[in-house]
């Protein structure tokens, strides 16, 4: 730090990865002082003036007493678990340039503007929930990103502190690497079927969902079954060895397609093959190439066997085949490159002018007439007899081919071919693959992978009584579906059966708090014995739900569902605050961090308010009081202090 002081690196932002390690290193800067006199007098009074939206009471607080030295000093600290007042106050002189040392978490780095000169990292692993692992790219970009401010620097300076040996291409993937893609973690929770079933009015549950694709799989998988499968051994092998050799060749005319290689024998008269995605044209002839540098690239104008009335006149209908036993006819169609699929050895001579359709019809009896005399397909050009190709991977590829086309002359099918039969099983083959893909589809639909829990979870709403058996949304439903801070389930479920009506409102609120989701405590929990009986009705009523659940199919483990919902760490916190306790005690109550405990209480007030609307929504007009007293008991003082921004 002082190095970076002395070559005038400040303002500088140094990353931890704990809260607790933020004020451990702020703690360990006690000795150093970064401010002149004049800019700690500045810190002072900015500091006076901002504690004066608070209580007199909470203006004495330790967590803001403690602060204003450091500030003085230059040095602050940014984190979740500060009072709001202290890190809105951080916020406005970090800008101000009277802060010189802000030690502060990732979050700092992903919400809020305010570059420094110099960003250090304190370590590149961190506890993610599960384990500790190097920061990711992403991290890591968005927290150097700080580094350098746009009209005061130069260049912005980033200082990694590694404490341990590391890998160099942990080290490369974390400066250098890609950040990690966006993964969706959406979860379907009672809330949003609740809400879709209520404006579906019940008619969400119905099965309309991809009846076509399901109807269209049926009907192949029947004509599947009734195709002739004898000899399907033979006729596979030889399939097998006619695939490969066509995917060889496409992988070869890839490589041949390129302008420098395959334009020189573009000639006027030339045939060509042309397939265009699933789409066999067949053979074609070369009219003229043309340049088209717009596209970067070349279009070959190709006389292609069209249905009749197809034109490249944008006038007229877009060239297609022609139908089975239509006659069609031979249109000018411009080719790009990549649709060649074969170069034929023959040319045709081709009139001069090609507007009248007798012209062009000569041509594709010419066509015609080179099938008949070739029933084993045209002649092709080999790519290094003919074209003098000398590239080793073409070579290579040709070799291959080759080999398989000796395996497919020397197997049995090839002399003595059944045309039905071989017709037959490509039609089992493309029904097969069409099937597959149908599935492929049905699986990535997104209500399809829904399906099975939202049958499972609709089984719940139903016992519980959220919805009648045609999924219709009843009163318990419709105040669940007002619900989204908590465990609308859990709940709506201590609404229903009076857990609520034998408590007052201050034991209301400390009940409702642990459906809040929050720090843990590390303390043992001691309730109050007005506390511990609610605690426990909450915790039965969570483990029967649990296990109607896992009845119900979900993978739900009864014991873990019961600790995630219920969360008893703030009750007693809760019911002193909204009992009139001054903030100074309630913190002593606990060892979560303060701002955490005002962020909660926020949330708290949040979440009462949405039961007081679903109280007024089924009719409980004495829970709706309830619930509004408990809201009003929490919004005093220090935890509901107005913003230094407003």
Same mark, same amino acid.
């Given at each position: 730090?002082?190095?970076?002081?002395?070559?005038?690196?400040?303002?500088?932002?140094?990353?931890?990865?704990?809260?607790?390690?933020?004020?451990?290193?702020?703690?360990?800067?006690?000795?150093?002082?970064?401010?002149?006199?004049?800019?700690?007098?500045?810190?002072?009074?900015?500091?006076?003036?901002?504690?004066?939206?608070?209580?007199?009471?909470?203006?004495?607080?330790?967590?803001?007493?403690?602060?204003?030295?450091?500030? &003085?000093?230059?040095?602050?600290?940014?984190?979740?678990?500060?009072?709001?007042?202290?890190?809105?106050?951080?916020?406005?002189?970090?800008?101000?340039?009277?802060?010189?040392?802000?030690?502060?978490?990732?979050?700092?780095?992903?919400?809020?503007?305010?570059?420094?000169?110099?960003?250090?990292?304190?370590?590149?692993?961190?506890?993610?929930?599960?384990?500790?692992?190097?920061?990711?790219?992403?991290?890591?970009?968005?927290?150097?990103?700080?580094?350098?401010?746009?009209?005061?620097?130069?260049?912005?300076?980033?200082?990694?502190?590694?404490?341990?040996?590391?890998?160099?291409?942990?080290?490369?993937?974390?400066?250098?690497?890609?950040?990690?893609?966006?993964?969706?973690?959406?979860?379907?929770?009672?809330?949003?079927?609740?809400?879709?079933?209520?404006?579906?009015?019940?008619?969400?549950?119905?099965?309309?969902?991809?009846?076509?694709?399901?109807?269209?799989?049926?009907?192949?998988?029947?004509?599947?079954?009734?195709?002739?499968?004898?000899?399907?051994?033979?006729?596979?092998?030889?399939?097998?060895?006619?695939?490969?050799?066509?995917?060889?060749?496409?992988?070869?005319?890839?490589?041949?397609?390129?302008?420098?290689?395959?334009?020189?024998?573009?000639?006027?008269?030339?045939?060509?093959?042309?397939?265009?995605?699933?789409?066999?044209?067949?053979?074609?002839?070369?009219?003229?190439?043309?340049?088209?540098?717009?596209?970067?690239?070349?279009?070959?104008?190709?006389?292609?066997?069209?249905?009749?009335?197809?034109?490249?006149?944008?006038?007229?209908?877009?060239?297609?085949?022609?139908?089975?036993?239509?006659?069609?006819?031979?249109?000018?169609?411009?080719?790009?490159?990549?649709?060649?699929?074969?170069?034929?050895?023959?040319?045709?001579?081709?009139?001069?002018?090609?507007?009248?359709?007798?012209?062009?019809?000569?041509?594709?009896?010419?066509?015609?007439?080179?099938?008949?005399?070739?029933?084993?397909?045209?002649?092709?050009?080999?790519?290094?007899?003919?074209?003098?190709?000398?590239?080793?991977?073409?070579?290579?590829?040709?070799?291959?081919?080759?080999?398989?086309?000796?395996?497919?002359?020397?197997?049995?099918?090839?002399?003595?071919?059944?045309?039905? &039969?071989?017709?037959?099983?490509?039609?089992?083959?493309?029904?097969?693959?069409?099937?597959?893909?149908?599935?492929?589809?049905?699986?990535?639909?997104?209500?399809?992978?829904?399906?099975?829990?939202?049958?499972?979870?609709?089984?719940?709403?139903?016992?519980?009584?959220?919805?009648?058996?045609?999924?219709?949304?009843?009163?318990?439903?419709?105040?669940?579906?007002?619900?989204?801070?908590?465990?609308?389930?859990?709940?709506?479920?201590?609404?229903?059966?009076?857990?609520?009506?034998?408590?007052?409102?201050?034991?209301?609120?400390?009940?409702?708090?642990?459906?809040?989701?929050?720090?843990?405590?590390?303390?043992?929990?001691?309730?109050?014995?007005?506390?511990?009986?609610?605690?426990?009705?909450?915790?039965?009523?969570?483990?029967?739900?649990?296990?109607?659940?896992?009845?119900?199919?979900?993978?739900?483990?009864?014991?873990?569902?019961?600790?995630?919902?219920?969360?008893?760490?703030?009750?007693?916190?809760?019911?002193?605050?909204?009992?009139?306790?001054?903030?100074?005690?309630?913190?002593?109550?606990?060892?979560?961090?303060?701002?955490?405990?005002?962020?909660?209480?926020?949330?708290?007030?949040?979440?009462?308010? &949405?039961?007081?609307?679903?109280?007024?929504?089924?009719?409980?007009?004495?829970?709706?009081?309830?619930?509004?007293?408990?809201?009003?008991?929490?919004?005093?003082?220090?935890?509901?202090?107005?913003?230094?921004?407003?």
């Amino acid at each position: 730090m002082t190095m970076i002081m002395e070559r005038k690196f400040q303002p500088v932002i140094i990353f931890s990865f704990s809260r607790r390690e933020c004020e451990q290193h702020a703690m360990s800067m006690s000795k150093l002082d970064f401010n002149t006199e004049e800019e700690k007098e500045t810190v002072e009074h900015v500091f006076r003036n901002a504690v004066l939206c608070l209580n007199e009471e909470d203006r004495n607080l330790p967590a803001i007493e403690l602060m204003l030295p450091f500030l &003085q000093r230059g040095i602050a600290i940014h984190h979740s678990g500060l009072l709001p007042v202290i890190k809105e106050l951080v916020e406005l002189l970090f800008q101000e340039g009277l802060v010189k040392a802000l030690f502060a978490t990732e979050t700092f780095a992903m919400g809020l503007n305010m570059p420094a000169k110099t960003v250090v990292f304190t370590a590149v692993k961190k506890w993610d929930g599960d384990s500790h692992r190097y920061i990711g790219s992403g991290e890591y970009i968005q927290m150097s990103g700080r580094a350098g401010r746009r009209g005061k620097d130069e260049r912005g300076i980033c200082i990694i502190m590694i404490d341990e040996q590391m890998e160099m291409n942990n080290l490369k993937d974390m400066v250098l690497g890609k950040p990690a893609p966006l993964v969706s973690t959406f979860r379907l929770s009672y809330y949003s079927i609740l809400n879709l079933m209520s404006r579906a009015e019940g008619q969400f549950t119905a099965e309309h969902a991809l009846p076509d694709m399901g109807e269209r799989v049926s009907k192949l998988e029947q004509e599947v079954a009734l195709l002739d499968a004898s000899g399907e051994a033979e006729v596979s092998e030889y399939h097998k060895l006619k695939l490969e050799i066509a995917q060889l060749e496409k992988k070869m005319m890839s490589k041949i397609i390129r302008p420098e290689i395959i334009l020189y024998f573009l000639v006027p008269g030339r045939l060509i093959k042309v397939r265009e995605g699933g789409t066999d044209w067949g053979w074609g002839v070369v009219v003229n190439v043309v340049k088209k540098p717009s596209e970067g690239g070349y279009l070959v104008d190709t006389l292609l066997h069209c249905s009749p009335g197809s034109s490249e006149n944008s006038s007229r209908p877009k060239p297609c085949l022609p139908r089975p036993g239509e006659k069609g006819e031979m249109h000018v169609v411009p080719v790009q490159l990549p649709l060649i699929s074969a170069l034929g050895k023959l040319r045709i001579a081709i009139p001069s002018d090609l507007r009248p359709l007798e012209a062009r019809q000569s041509i594709l009896l010419a066509v015609q007439e080179l099938g008949n005399r070739f029933p084993q397909g045209l002649p092709k050009l080999h790519p290094v007899k003919d074209m003098d190709v000398r590239d080793s991977e073409i070579v290579e590829l040709i070799n291959q081919i080759e080999e398989l086309e000796n395996k497919s002359i020397a197997h049995p099918m090839h002399k003595h071919q059944d045309v039905d &039969q071989i017709k037959c099983f490509e039609r089992k083959a493309e029904v097969n693959h069409e099937i597959q893909q149908l599935k492929a589809k049905m699986r990535d639909s997104q209500l399809q992978k829904f399906r099975e829990e939202l049958k499972n979870r609709s089984r719940v709403l139903k016992k519980l009584g959220h919805i009648d058996a045609d999924g219709v949304v009843q009163l318990k439903g419709r105040a669940a579906c007002l619900i989204d801070t908590g465990d609308e389930l859990l709940v709506t479920e201590l609404m229903f059966n009076g857990t609520f009506n034998d408590l007052d409102h201050h034991q209301v609120a400390a009940l409702a708090s642990c459906f809040i989701p929050g720090d843990k405590s590390t303390e043992q929990i001691q309730l109050r014995t007005e506390l511990a009986r609610p605690l426990q009705q909450l915790q039965d009523s969570a483990r029967r739900i649990a296990e109607i659940q896992h009845e119900c199919k979900l993978d739900i483990n009864v014991n873990e569902y019961v600790e995630s919902t219920v969360r008893p760490y703030l009750m007693d916190v809760i019911y002193s605050w909204s009992k009139g306790t001054k903030f100074a005690d309630v913190i002593q109550m606990t060892d979560i961090f303060e701002g955490s405990i005002i962020r909660s209480a926020r949330r708290l007030d949040e979440f009462l308010n &949405q039961l007081r609307a679903a109280a007024n929504a089924v009719g409980e007009a004495d829970l709706e009081q309830k619930f509004a007293a408990a809201s009003e008991s929490l919004r005093r003082g220090i935890m509901f202090a107005n913003s230094l921004y407003l």
